[in-house]
């Protein structure tokens, strides 16, 4: 019987092989999404808006200039110089330049550049953060589709073992061997095996399916995994020695921690509301006007002689402006005190995530332990339950019973082994 167990798993091996050309590593998936994922892509353009708000904020130091020209008509009665009505067409037309220089915009101008670099670096930093969460789905889904797999193995792997015991029973029952029953019985747990089989295919077509997603790998591409290169291999990190690296080096914090900083920032330029500012405007122009029924200079000479020029300063001094910088100032300290919290929470849920993380690993790793003993002698007791009930000393009931408790501890196995290296890649990903 133990051939038979051999047999059937080296088959079951050769059918998990997918017959698909285009095979993927983690670190390929992962280096895939990182370009691809449509999050990620959205935070890289949230990081260049965050460079056109800094390139902004520099040039509100720049002066203003602006052209107009204007032509107007107008017809029908009208008042006169005399002070009388008469039906008179006139024409106007005027053209001209300005200048509005800033000379002092009461630190508004240099409190929000700074306040722009901060909320950047904040932007860079959640860009790269959302990097982290998109690695550590993928590295999740990666692994779901490699679970899904070997659970597919060991379904297969049963189906081919209960065909087998078909085949024999159906022989034992020619030869009168056996009771007719105990085909009956082998007859119901191939089906149910078979059962099983089609319920873990479609698990791992969903699994790999949900992965090509993560990736946005479009539906028309073949696509499929490689078996995972066990690099982390079974240590694990402690929680000490990932939040150490955590609290200098993980981009959610930092990105939390500069928010704050950008919060603090912003109290101070709504602050500057309260100070008087200062600019300095310029301006040329010109004019032509004609009215029938007079005599009207030429539209040169008119241009010339009208031509004008001017100079002035215009100081702002914010007297009462309707509460409105106080009301700015107050959200501003709102916000900032929110940023704080956000802080706060971020550093509780990533200390929580990375101590359950550990929790869930230890607890995988010694479970993966103890499934393996388990495995290996439920296969000796499947084995000799084999030999057993060839003997007749045993009857179908306890030879499916021991072939079921050996499945079990074989898919237990694989299901601690996934949940250790899952938690592990997620430790050492925060260990960076």
Known sequence: M?????????ATAIMAQPAKADYWSLDSCISYALTHNIEVRQRVLAARQGELAVKEAKDAVLPRVDGYSSENFSFGRG??????????????????????LPLFQGLRVVRNVDYSKTSLRALVERSEAIKDDVTANVMALYLQALYARENLSVARMSLSVSEKELRRREQLLEAGKIPELDLYEARAQTERDHL?????????????????????IGQDRDFDILPLEETDGDIIPTVEEVWNNVTVNNHTLRAASIEREAAEKGVSLAKTGYIPTLSFNAGIGTNYYKTTGYDNESFSAQMKNNFSKSLGFSLNIPIFDAFSTRNSVSRAR????????????TRMTLYKTISTAYTQAVAAQ???TTAAAAEQSSLKAFEA????????????????????????????????????????????????
Do not use: H, P
């Open 2 to 10: 133990k051939g038979i167990v051999i047999s059937a798993i080296a």
């Open 334 to 345: 709102l916000q900032q005190l929110n940023a704080e919290l956000d802080l706060e929470n």
């Open 79 to 100: 008042l006169t110089a005399l002070n009388t009505y008469a039906n008179r067409n006139t024409n106007a037309f005027s053209v001209g330049a300005s200048l509005s």
């Open 196 to 216: 099983t089989v089609v319920n873990a295919e479609n698990d791992s077509t969903l699994a790999l399916l949900d992965l090509a997603n993560l990736l946005n």
């Open 385 to 432: 339950m084999s030999v057993k009930y060839d003997n007749g000393r045993a009857n179908a009931t306890e030879y499916e019973k021991a072939k079921a408790d050996y499945m079990n501890a074989l898919a237990e196995r694989i299901q601690a082994r996934y949940e250790k290296l899952l938690r592990i890649k997620i430790l050492n990903l925060y260990n960076k």
């Open 366 to 368: 010694t479970k993966e």
